[in-house]
């Protein structure tokens, strides 16, 4: 099915690789105009240049950079769609961090690097795009990209697992604040996927033998197995979608056994 975002303006937060790629440049095919962020560093200008020659002639893509963490940064990616598209219709929390650590040894840097990308990014940013959805009158798509790992704990990831819990509330709550306006919230919880973050855990033969064999679908993701569902969030088929969590994880959450 194709077109289900025709018309639409969509920015996306750490959009040059991994999940956020993979939904921008499917939000392009499906007739989104897309604003991607990034940091701004030589690695994601390149990445972005990358993503323009697979978009194609034509395709409706600009940048906007900036660390996520610092509230100017979501107000400037929503001011750059705004500006060059004339409006903003989806915005997708996605830029995240995940490293594994020891809870004991495990410095403060590791903690509050987490806070600042995974929870002060989404907030400050949803916030921008939020004014700017209430300032148009016309409703709106915000997703954030939580994980599988707001329901469970982890081991190595004491730091991690509380900031994605924090996404999955926030979008619940904005869906309370925001119903009144037609702006609809929702979360997307991936399990583990094959992004370039995620690469140096997953690649590990161990580790690909557990995954293959807890998660019923038999493999990890791919970030593309994201594009789908955040294309579902952003179009008219989820209308009657707010305060909304869906699992993308292979079927690993509910096999307990």
């Not at 994605?164 to 919230?185: D, E, N, T």
């Not at 370039?196 to 990890?220: F, H, N, Q």
Request: hydrophobic share 40%; glycine share 12%; proline share 4%.
């Amino acid at each position: 099915m194709a077109g289900l975002l025709t018309g639409k303006v969509a920015a996306i937060t750490g959009g040059v690789t991994g999940m956020g790629r993979a939904i921008a440049l499917e939000y392009l095919r499906q007739g989104a105009s897309v604003t991607v962020n990034h940091l701004g560093d030589s690695q994601s200008r390149a990445h972005f240049k990358s993503m323009l020659e697979e978009a194609g002639k034509g395709a409706k893509l600009i940048d906007s950079s900036g660390d996520i963490g610092l509230k100017e940064t979501g107000e400037n990616l929503v001011n750059d769609t705004v500006k060059r598209f004339g409006k903003l219709d989806v915005f997708v929390a996605n830029a995240g961090v995940a490293t594994m650590d020891d809870f004991i040894t495990a410095p403060p840097e590791t903690f509050e690097h987490h806070l600042h990308v995974n929870t002060r990014g989404t907030y400050y940013s949803t916030q921008a795009a939020a004014k700017q959805m209430v300032s148009q009158g016309k409703g709106g798509s915000i997703i954030g990209i939580a994980s599988i790992s707001a329901l469970v704990g982890g081991t190595q990831q004491v730091h991690y697992t509380p900031t994605k819990a924090a996404v999955l509330s926030m979008m619940q709550s904005q869906a309370c604040a925001l119903g009144k306006y037609g702006i609809r919230c929702n979360a997307l919880l991936p399990g583990t996927t094959r992004t370039p973050m995620a690469a140096s855990d997953i690649e590990k033969p161990e580790k690909m033998a557990y995954l293959k064999e807890r998660i019923p679908l038999g493999r990890v993701a791919e970030p593309e197995d994201m594009a789908g569902p955040a294309v579902f969030f952003a179009s008219e088929m989820s209308r009657y979608c707010t305060g909304s969590q869906l699992l993308c994880d292979g079927g690993w959450y509910v096999h307990l056994q």
